[in-house]
């Protein structure tokens, strides 16, 4: 099952076939990264990966992953020694009480008021991009919108300038390549740019970076190393996860006959997303986990110093927890998943990232009812160790 990992492209559906089959076939399954660092991925069910994902055994410490990682090059005789910038500090890669500090200089931006706030500039933007699209036409949707429209978002939430937002996105998609001699560079390239943007005049004290480069919690104050990685986690999580949730949402309408049934009834693109996020998760695999002490996944003995990666998808479709687990269906009575995680690491951004969907979704389906799908096979699917999501979704919008 070492495909659960591996990159290069399958087609769509093909990756939640391997990842049942996994999940069937047993709990844990051996994989290794194209940089050699291996892992053991986790195919359980529902409740199991939920208990999984709030099990204080599997630390999210970055000093234990990046010492273990560090080990794993050793033994194999490799001179690489960097790790990329989500290999940092950031509240991603802590466990509390570190993690429950940094989170709480955060979370204000993210809460429910603060999201609900951003409606009508992400209404406004949403309207201006698909005013640029073509129609009648075939377009690729993943490049002309699901790509930008999310960028200018957290572009203007976190600070990021207009200007520069291109070549961030350039730097994004290329640090998440699974080519260590690819990824680096664009990692400290990216790095160096945050470094500028955070420590320069251009820096909107408005923005969510201003706002954390003065955050003060009773006295506390993030370190420059801790601004890095958070700087890291927002623009990736808040970008890369998002772009392909749009993708897989709009994909999955399509392939479902349900795209003409949303423009109609408005009320169901909340359905769609949250199956989308049940079915078809852009985030596949959980972020890296470390086991601080042997423990048992089902039976199966897991030693200390394990390098753990939870699959989400197989969770989602877990048959235990949902009847007819395998078949996109709008009409459960329930949609639970953990794409956005569980525990102390559940997604800070997870309502932007459900509000920007389901606005998009509600402007495309209302505007282009009659939207089709024009490529000739299910699309193509790009995989990493974390992501998966079509890498064109050629369409042509209808009125």
């Known amino acids: ?7 290069g492209d399958l087609r769509a559906r093909e990756h939640h076939r391997i990842e049942d089959d996994a999940r069937a076939a047993g709990p844990l399954h051996s994989a290794t990264r194209p940089d050699g660092v291996r892992v053991q991925v986790v195919t359980v069910g529902l409740e199991l990966a939920r208990k999984l994902l709030a099990d204080k055994r599997l630390s999210k410490d970055s000093d234990a992953l990046q010492n273990e990682i ?42 429910a008021q603060a999201v609900e706030q951003l409606a009508p500039r992400i209404e406004e933007i949403t309207a201006e991009l698909i005013d640029r699209l073509p129609v009648g036409e075939e377009i690729d949707l993943v490049k002309a919108f699901a790509v930008p429209m999310p960028l200018h978002i957290i572009g203007e939430v976190l600070g990021v300038p207009e200007k520069d937002r291109a070549e961030v996105r350039t730097l994004i998609e290329t640090m998440m390549s699974m080519d260590h001699d690819v990824s680096q560079p664009a990692s400290n390239a990216l790095g160096g740019y945050f470094h500028a943007l955070l ?23 993030l370190t420059h190393d801790e ?37 109609a009834d408005p009320g169901l693109v909340p359905l769609l997303v949250e199956e989308t996020l049940r079915h078809n998760p852009p985030v596949r695999n959980a972020t890296h986990r470390i086991t601080t002490e042997p423990l048992e996944i089902d039976g199966v003995t897991v030693p200390e110093n394990t390098v753990l990666m939870i699959n989400f998808g197989a969770a989602g479709r877990c048959p235990v927890a949902h009847e007819d687990a395998a078949r996109y ?61 079509p890498k064109t979704l050629p369409l042509v919008l209808r009125r």
């Open 329 to 389: 269906r709008i009409d459960r009575p329930t949609t639970g998943h953990v794409a956005f995680g569980h525990g102390p690491h559940f997604c800070l951004g997870s309502g932007l990232a459900r509000l920007e969907t389901e606005i998009v979704l509600r402007e495309l389906t209302s505007r282009f009812p009659r939207t089709t799908y024009s490529g000739h096979e299910q699309p193509a699917v790009t995989r990493n160790d974390i992501m998966a999501s």
């Open 227 to 263: 601004l890095m990685a958070m700087a890291f986690l927002l623009v990736v999580a808040g970008h890369e996860t998002t772009a392909a949730l749009i993708t897989n949402v709009v994909h999955d309408a399509l392939d479902n006959e349900l795209w003409e049934k949303a423009a």
């Open 199 to 221: 420590t320069g005049d251009e820096l909107d004290e408005s923005s969510l970076f201003g706002a954390l480069v003065a955050a003060d919690d009773n006295g506390d104050h």
């Open 70 to 111: 560090r080990r794993q090059f050793a033994e194999q005789g490799s001179t690489q020694s960097e790790l990329g910038g989500l290999f940092g500090p950031s509240m991603l890669n802590s466990d509390r009480p570190k993690h429950t500090r940094l989170r709480a200089l955060a979370v204000k931006a993210f809460n």
């Open 1 to 7: 099952m070492s495909n659960l990992l591996t990159g």
